[in-house]
């Protein structure tokens, strides 16, 4: 996504070919997403932009406009891939120009204003993903920053470094409680920040971007404010031109993922890559360290714990799961104690443990059984009272020849007599 420094080039490329021109004719295309999805159509667009005087162009982090001498003044954003293409100037967007991307008007262009005057030159905005945004706002010049959606963005480091002070900084971050990262990505925070620009802030700040944001000391906070000037103001001044980019930056070697030994600096120090507020982050761990633990860490993740052998104290999180575990522990321990019915069906109900002195006395204490159980134990019973009528019964049939009855110690077989 095109971030403060690719918006500053297209702004200083408008300023030098646009600004105090007339646009002669406009073509647009229409687009229910890109015009539409802010209120805008490209017919409008067309008819409001024909004819008018372009006064200059200005930027507000990752949006940027045309001051017309009259309102609307039309107001974008680049979206995810949007760039802005110049028919006499083929350095002018931030991405290398194809070889043969040569017909004009270039290809998913959006509009393209044809303007009086010398040098000859048409302007294109062009977008493939159609995640950029075309709208028209009716106000003055001077109140543009301050309506919608502008109003709605944080201050923009290079344009409003009075605004954004260390001060103002360090009170946004007590405000939040954030992994620093995710603030500094939040246009409503802070305009103009995008992923790259954030990771490179956080390495030439030696802070971890998962480190939350509440967490930081001020000295951290002015550290992390310098370090955010000077990446922002070098990213702005080059017209985000990486070859003009230090060389010690992280930018110049972060591209390497997935790579065989890209992921590496000059120096040898690894670059890893994590996931920071639904961002991929690039980060140096050597030089990137926690000064404080925060949730899911591991041991060595925070400074002063890599040499530390005492067995890492639990955050409250464990503790507390690890007393659930123990209560159920003691629980389960418990039930096994305690006889429990186990009848299938509603109305289960454990067995009363309390049990009345003389019950204990006069009865034999017997173990709950199941209904399986109580079966079991009836037929036990109904056995031994079968074998001491068979006992009596043997008794009486002594005499009685062998063959013509059989008793059993459980049941009496009646067999016919056979001849002999």
Not at 403 to 408: C, D, I, L, P, S
Request: charged residues 35%; aromatic residues 6%.
């Amino acid at each position: 996504m095109p971030e403060i420094g690719e918006v500053a080039r297209i702004v200083h490329f408008l300023k030098k070919y646009a600004a105090g021109r007339v646009i002669k004719a406009v073509q647009a295309q229409e687009d229910t997403i890109v015009y539409g999805k802010v209120g805008t159509s490209a017919s409008e667009f067309q008819k409001m932009m024909t004819g008018k005087k372009i006064v200059d162009a200005k930027q507000q982090g990752k949006y940027f406009w045309l001051e017309m001498d009259s309102p609307p003044h039309p107001l974008m954003h680049f979206g995810m891939a949007g760039l802005m293409k110049f028919s006499n100037d083929d350095t002018a967007h931030y991405r290398p120009a194809k070889i043969e991307a040569s017909e004009w008007p270039p290809k998913y262009w959006k509009f393209n204003l044809e303007l009086e005057g010398e040098p000859d030159c048409q302007v294109s905005f062009v977008d493939v993903r159609r995640l950029a945004r075309i709208r028209l706002i009716d106000a003055k010049a001077e109140d543009l920053r301050k309506t919608s959606p502008l109003k709605e963005n944080g201050p923009d480091p290079v344009i409003d470094p009075d605004i954004l002070t260390v001060e103002w900084l360090s009170n946004k971050f007590r405000s939040k409680k954030v992994p620093v990262k995710a603030l500094l990505l939040d246009q409503a925070n802070i305009s103009g920040i995008g992923n790259w620009v954030g990771d490179e802030i956080m390495y030439q700040a030696k802070m971890h971007p998962e480190q939350y944001s509440n967490t930081f000391s001020d000295a951290q906070v002015a550290e992390l404010h310098k370090a955010m000037m000077y990446v922002c103001n070098t990213a702005v001044d080059t017209l985000a031109e990486s070859d003009k980019f230090p060389e010690d930056w992280l930018m110049k070697h972060r591209w390497g993922k997935g790579k065989k030994d890209g992921q590496n600096l000059p120096n040898g120090a690894k670059i890893t890559f994590l996931k920071v507020g639904g961002r991929t982050s690039a980060v140096v761990p050597s030089v990137q360290k926690k000064t404080v633990t925060v949730m899911g860490d591991v041991p060595g993740d925070v400074v002063g714990e890599e040499d530390d052998d005492e067995e890492p104290k639990p955050n409250k999180a464990a503790k507390r799961k690890t007393k659930a575990k123990k209560e159920v522990e003691d629980s389960e321990e418990s039930e096994e104690k305690l006889p429990v019915s186990t009848k299938r069906g509603r109305g289960r109900k454990a067995a009363d443990p309390q049990v009345k002195d003389s019950e204990e006395d006069s009865e034999e204490k017997l173990p709950v059984q199941t209904k399986r159980g109580n079966e079991k134990v009836a037929d036990d019973v109904k056995e031994e009272d079968e074998k001491e009528a068979s006992r009596v019964k043997k008794q009486k049939m002594s005499t009685i020849a062998p063959g013509r009855t059989k008793v059993t110690a459980r049941r009496r077989v009646s067999r016919p007599p056979f001849d002999k």
